[in-house]
Each structure stands twice: as structure tokens, then as C-alpha cells.
């Protein structure tokens, strides 16, 4: 059948092609993935951290019996299985021994060994499962909808909450000790238990939405500015000093990946004024203000950075192995100054990921981990500098943004945001896996290599999210 009269052959197919769903085009292993990963990202997005102590059959709790189906479904995939044995998962490899360091230094009990096999697991599942998804391009957009989505939907949970004064899963159906003190501050926690992890899914979940925000094709950009404009208020509202240093990093990191340099700097000098206003208003607002970062408890206080005291203390006395799994917890009053100004019970934590993990794993733990981390944003940052990906882009910022929020509190025993940091570097990994493969085929000019990249007579540039550079045909008369 000939094309209509006007229409062009190539447009036919393109439009064709358009309102194919992009899973249909993924390889069936690609598809399993996917579907693994939304399992994980929904249930950590949405379902409350005290379902990790419930058990289904003997001493297995329902978390640790998903995660290891999870693997098991990965391993028994042909192409995901040989994808697992190649080299470049050293890096994983290395990271789950680091964690084995808090295991070995632990006195023998039941929590340490629960805690490993907690985190081991937890880290393998999503960062193999959230590879294996982004590996395949016709997977991107999917992905970041599913993200954006969810994450917008429990951002959305966060602003009632904060409007109404009530989170009606936390007035009967679980239990949350945080809930009575955040209710009458009102902050937001959704559906994270403490606004500190809400921050940590917010802060990973909103350059997803701004890639698709920026897209062409009013399919993905409506979803992504309508999920984009609840959460970057419901994460200001958590007024959580973690979050707000990593949204703010993290956009930092978008500007300068998109090189927009002047916006940057409008942004810093905005910033600068919002924490001088803040610094005069009541609580929970002056939280963003020098109450927030300097005074009494804020983040470079005295009495904050006792704990850093605290950490050199214990690698003096533990510098390989450190104390092991919660032996930061179980012996803080040995091991923090006495002259420094006491902390209550709630306090009694270095309430700091990185701070934790160099007392609970020593030197060497803490390398291995940094190697997996540092390893894995590597990759990530080199393919993105070679084909200027927007999706690559979109991970990298996702992952700079989480990992800074790490700093606030113990996110490793926080199911959820570990969670998070595991599948967004996996994003990180797998898309650069598409980007780097050889059977990889760039549907646009910008995404090519810049050595293969040439200019187009009719193309202009056009930006399309955090770090992405997309082509655009110009209007023909």
C-alpha cells in the first residue's frame, strides 16, 4: 500500500514504530528484569521497613525469601547468568567482601549474621536485577516512568500528609515510633517511616522525572513534570538537612553536566538567600538556616562532629576490622569523648553511613565498599562522557544525590534507602553496559560517539533532562 499523498515513507515508520511500546521491543531476559526491578523499587517505595522482621516460613523473613528469588530467578536466566560471570562484576564482588568485614569483626550473634545476610543479599538482588533491566535501551523510558511514578505517588502521600497532619498508614495499620514527633513538627515521611529516607528516595527519583520532563513526545513529559513538581516540594518539606544538601548537590551536578553554568550560579546565590531567610524563621524552618548547619545540633556543630572524634577512636584501637555490625550502637558510650556534650538515647548512633561503616568495618571494609561505589560511578560517568546519554546522565545524578544523603544517618540500616543506592547503581552499570556495547546502535546523532558524531544540515541541539543532549528537526516552511 503506497504511503498517503504528503507524508513521507520514513515519518510512517516513525510514528509506527512510536506507538509501539518500548517493552515490546526489549529481549525477554531484558523484560524478566524489568520486572524484577519494579518488585523491588515498588515494595522498598511503598511498603513499610518493619516487613523485613516478618517471617514467612521458619527463621526466613519475607524480605530475605524475596531477595534470594530474586537472584535465583536472575541466575537461572541464561543471558542474565552469563552477564553474572564476567569480569566486571569484580567491583560487586569486592563490595559484598566489604561487608563481610563487619560479619568476621561482630562477636558471634544472631543480629550480625542477620545483617549480613540482609545487606548481602539486598545489594546483590537489586544492583544484578537493575543492571539487568537498564542493559537494553527500549528499557530507559520505561524505567524512569516506573520510578518517577511511584516515587511521585509517595511524594504526593508526603504533601497530604504535611496539609492534613495525618498519615492514616502510621495511625493503624503499622506502628512507627518517628510518627507522634514528626506528626507535631509536621514534616513529611509518607510512607518511609522518617523523613531522613524519604529524602533519600526523593533525591534519587527526580533527575528520572526531569529526563522525561524534557522529552519531546508529550507522553513522557507530561508524567514527568507532573511527578516533578510534587517531588521536589514533599522533599524541601521532609526538612531534612541530608536531603536538602543532596537535591541541592545533585541539581548542581545536572547544571554542570548540561553546562549551564549562569543557571548554576543564579541557583547558588538563590540558595544563599533561602538559608539567610531561614535562619530567622521558627522550627522546623530554621533547620535550613545556621540553626540548621552551624548552632546547637546542626550538621558542623561540636557536637555532630564528636562522633567524627568518636569514629577515630575506634580505628584506633580496631583499624582493619573495626567493631563489626552495630558495635558502633552497642558501644558508644565507651568509645565517645566524655567531654563532649551527651547525646540522649535516641542519639546514641554515628547517624552517619560512611561514619558507621568505617567503625563497623574498619579500613578495609570501608575500601572495599568505596572500590564498588567509586567503581560503578566510574563506568557510569566515562560512558556518559562518550555519548552524552541522557539516561546515563539521569543515573549518575540519581546516584551523586543518594549517596550524599548517606551522610545524615545510618542508611545502611535503613532498608529502603539501601535499597535505593543498590538499583541506582545498577541503572548506573547497565546503561552504561548499552552504551558501551557494540551491538548498541544510537537511534539519534547526539547520543553517537564524538568521534563518529557529525553535524546535520537541519538539526538543531536541544536539551532533554540532566547531562542529555537530544536532537531536534527544525520547523520546515
Not at 546523532?445 to 553535524?455: L, N
Request: hydrophobic share 50%; aromatic share 8%.
Amino acid at each position: 500500500m503506497r504511503p498517503a499523498k504528503g507524508i513521507p515513507l520514513p515519518r510512517i515508520r516513525a510514528i509506527r514504530t512510536a506507538a509501539v511500546p518500548e517493552v515490546l521491543h526489549a529481549a525477554p531476559a531484558a523484560a524478566l528484569a524489568l520486572g524484577l526491578f519494579l518488585l523491588l523499587f515498588c515494595g522498598a517505595a511503598v511498603l513499610p521497613s518493619q516487613l523485613d522482621w516478618v517471617h514467612v516460613w521458619g527463621d526466613w523473613p519475607t524480605t530475605e525469601t524475596v531477595l534470594l528469588a530474586v537472584l535465583v530467578v536472575l541466575l537461572s536466566v541464561r543471558p542474565s547468568r552469563s552477564r553474572l560471570l564476567r569480569a566486571r562484576n569484580a567491583t560487586l564482588v569486592v563490595g559484598l567482601a566489604g561487608l563481610a568485614a563487619g560479619l568476621w569483626a561482630a562477636p558471634s550473634s544472631p543480629m550480625a549474621d542477620r545483617t549480613f545476610i540482609h545487606l548481602a543479599l539486598l545489594v546483590a538482588a537489586g544492583f544484578l536485577a537493575a543492571r539487568a533491566a537498564a542493559a537494553d535501551r527500549a528499557l530507559w523510558r520505561p524505567i524512569a516512568l516506573t520510578i518517577a511514578i511511584v516515587a511521585g505517588l509517595v511524594a504526593l502521600g508526603g504533601l497530604l500528609e504535611v496539609a492534613t497532619g495525618t498519615n492514616l498508614l502510621y495511625e493503624g495499620a503499622a506502628d512507627n515510633p518517628y510518627y507522634a514527633m514528626y506528626r507535631a513538627e509536621r514534616r513529611a515521611i509518607s510512607t518511609q517511616f522518617n523523613p531522613a529516607p524519604l529524602g533519600s528516595l526523593l533525591v534519587m527519583a527526580w533527575p528520572f522525572a526531569a529526563w522525561l520532563a524534557a522529552s519531546r513526545e508529550r507522553r513522557w513529559r507530561l508524567p514527568g513534570l507532573a511527578t516533578l513538581a510534587v517531588i521536589v516540594p514533599a522533599t524541601l518539606l521532609t526538612y531534612s538537612r541530608g536531603a536538602l544538601l543532596g537535591l541541592a548537590l545533585s541539581v548542581a551536578l545536572a547544571l554542570v553536566l548540561a553546562r549551564r553554568r549562569r543557571l548554576l550560579l543564579a541557583l547558588a546565590g538563590l540558595a544563599a538567600v533561602v538559608v539567610l531567610l531561614a535562619s530567622h524563621l521558627p522550627y522546623p524552618y530554621n533547620k535550613y538556616g545556621s540553626q540548621g548547619f552551624l548552632e546547637g545540633g546542626g550538621i558542623t556543630s561540636v557536637k555532630r562532629l564528636s562522633r567524627l572524634e568518636m569514629t577515630g577512636a575506634i580505628l584506633a584501637r580496631h583499624p582493619f576490622l573495626g567493631l563489626g555490625f552495630h558495635g558502633s550502637r552497642n558501644d558508644f558510650d565507651l568509645y565517645y569523648p566524655p567531654q563532649r556534650p551527651s547525646w540522649g538515647k535516641g542519639g546514641r548512633v554515628l547517624d552517619n553511613a560512611y561514619l558507621t561503616v568505617l567503625a563497623e568495618t574498619g579500613l578495609l571494609g570501608a575500601a572495599a565498599l568505596a572500590a564498588f561505589l567509586l567503581g560503578e560511578l566510574a563506568r557510569g560517568a566515562l560512558a556518559w562522557r562518550r555519548f552524552r546519554g541522557g539516561f546515563v546522565g539521569a543515573a549518575l545524578v540519581g546516584a551523586g544525590g543518594i549517596l550524599v544523603t548517606g551522610a545524615g544517618y545510618d542508611l545502611i540500616y535503613w532498608s529502603g534507602p539501601a535499597m535505593f543506592v543498590a538499583l541506582v547503581l545498577g541503572l548506573v552499570s547497565g546503561s552504561a553496559d548499552a552504551a558501551h556495547s557494540s551491538s548498541w546502535l544510537p537511534s539519534t546523532e547526539a547520543e553517537q560517539p564524538a568521534e563518529h558524531r557529525q553535524d546535520v544540515p537541519g538539526i538543531e541541539p536541544r536539551q532533554d533532562g540532566p547531562g542529555i543532549t537530544m536532537e531536534r528537526p527544525q520547523a520546515t516552511r
